[in-house]
């Protein structure tokens, strides 16, 4: 069975989410597959998710030479809404993380949550592209 069927990290995702003002979390691949997702979205709305971050993930990473440098790495992308933000963050080689949130979250805290849940996770959340596909993390 695999991650997306048994969602063996969601309930990492979900501990992620115990800051006041955040909503969903996500773990996907560089390829848009879902790996994980807290308790809150219906698998069907990640995956959905999941294959938009990774593309947002990719347009972010195509801008690094706007930084000054085209090799500067990607390290994390937050999207302001209305209603709220979306990070997205490295969360390993070919890995990502993202958790929305209402506009009254403190951005720092999340920010440094999700680098805390990235290191504790570790190799957990290391999930290498598919053979094939011409994805890179």
């Not at 999207?79 to 929305?100: K, M, Q, R, T």
């Not at 680098?115 to 596909?133: A, C």
């Amino acid at each position: 069975m695999n991650e997306v069927t048994n969602n063996k990290l969601g309930w990492m995702l979900d501990d992620a989410l115990r800051m006041p003002e955040t909503r969903y979390a996500i773990l996907l691949s560089a390829d848009g597959l879902l790996i994980a997702h807290s308790a809150g979205i219906h698998r069907d709305d990640a995956e959905r998710q999941a294959a938009g971050m990774s593309g947002l993930q990719s347009l972010a990473r195509s801008t690094a030479e706007f930084c000054g440098n085209p090799d500067t790495l990607w390290h994390q992308t937050v999207s302001e809404f209305e209603d709220g933000y979306v990070f997205l963050v490295a969360a390993g080689v070919g890995a990502y993380l993202a958790v929305s949130a209402s506009q009254h979250v403190d951005m720092e805290a999340v920010s440094f949550r999700l680098q805390e849940l990235v290191q504790r996770l570790g190799k957990e959340l290391i999930s290498p592209p598919r053979q094939g596909t011409g994805v890179s993390a």
